[in-house]
């Protein structure tokens, strides 16, 4: 059974930084595509960050310049460095996993931006 396990989060001032990981277990297969999305409270989910099998990345407008996105496909594993925070941010953060058209998803990672 696939598990997605995220790790990081935590609470932070404006301008500060944190890091997100995130890994799969229960599978050898590799992953195609993973990153994050995130929802605050009165919000729809959004995309944060996304990351293919090859490399290819996109980012949400709302993180673009801000957030970085990279993974070992060796390791299954994704993280993100999310610089220059702001309050807008503050949301719960859902890792993500793609294999056969089928996403499996994290717990969720509470991230507060507050001064």
């Known amino acids: 059974q696939v598990r997605v396990l995220e790790f990081g989060g935590g609470s932070v001032q404006p301008g500060g930084s944190l890091k997100l990981s995130c890994v799969v277990s229960g599978t050898t297969s590799m992953m195609e595509g993973m990153g994050w999305y995130r929802q605050s409270p009165g919000k729809e989910r959004e995309l944060v960050a996304g990351?293919?099998?090859?490399?290819?990345?996109r980012y949400g407008d709302a993180v673009s310049g801000r957030f970085h996105i990279s993974r070992d496909n060796a390791k299954n594993l994704v993280e993100l460095q999310m610089n220059d925070l702001e309050p807008e941010d503050t949301a719960v953060y859902y890792c993500?996993?793609?294999?056969?058209?089928?996403?499996?998803w994290g717990q969720g990672s509470r991230v507060t931006v507050s001064s």
């Open positions: 990351i293919s099998r090859g490399g290819m990345r």
């Open positions: 993500y996993a793609g294999a056969g058209g089928i996403n499996s």
